[in-house]
C-alpha cells in the first residue's frame, strides 16, 4: 500500500512562493501518475497538476504559468513549485498516486475529483494566501 507525506505548506502574502514536497513510499508501480489536489473550505476538491512515469505533466489552466511540477525519483519525491500565488490559490494540498498513468491527463483540471480516483492519498498541507 502506498503512503504519501505532503510538506511546505504555510502562509505567505499574494505574490509570494511556496515549494510543497510529497514523499512516497510502499509503491512498486512501474507505470504511474502522481498529482496534486486541492480543496478549500465548502468547494469540491480540484485539480492542480500531475506528472507521470514518463515525466509527462498536465496542469489546471487556473495554475499554468504559475505553478510547475516535478519529481525526483531516486528520492520517489514529488514537488510543486508555486509562484504568484492568489488569495484564491488558499487550500489544503493533497498529493496522490494511481497505477493509471493516464490518471494525470484526466484529473489535472478535474472540478470535483472522488476519493477513489487514485489508489493512494496524503494527508494535506494547508497553503494560505492573504491579499
Known amino acids: 500500500q502506498a503512503q504519501l507525506a505532503e510538506s511546505g505548506g504555510g502562509s505567505v502574502q499574494a505574490g509570494g512562493s511556496l515549494r510543497l514536497s510529497c514523499a512516497a513510499s510502499g509503491f512498486v508501480y512501474s507505470q504511474y501518475c502522481m498529482a496534486w489536489f486541492r480543496q478549500a473550505p465548502g468547494k469540491e476538491r480540484e485539480g492542480v497538476a500531475g506528472?507521470?512515469?514518463?515525466?509527462?505533466?498536465s496542469y489546471a489552466d487556473s495554475v499554468k504559468g504559475r505553478f510547475t511540477i516535478s519529481q525526483d525519483k531516486a528520492k520517489r519525491t514529488m514537488y510543486l513549485e508555486m509562484n504568484n500565488l492568489k488569495p484564491e490559490d488558499t487550500a489544503m494540498y493533497y498529493c496522490?498516486?494511481?497505477?493509471?498513468?493516464?490518471?494525470?491527463?484526466?484529473?489535472?483540471?478535474?472540478?470535483?475529483?472522488?476519493?477513489?480516483?487514485?489508489?493512494?492519498w496524503g494527508q494535506g498541507t494547508l497553503v494560505t494566501v492573504s491579499a
Open positions: 496522490a498516486v494511481d497505477s493509471q498513468i493516464d490518471a494525470c491527463e484526466y484529473y489535472a483540471d478535474y472540478d470535483s475529483v472522488p476519493e477513489n480516483a487514485f489508489d493512494a
Open positions: 506528472i507521470d512515469s514518463d515525466g509527462t505533466t
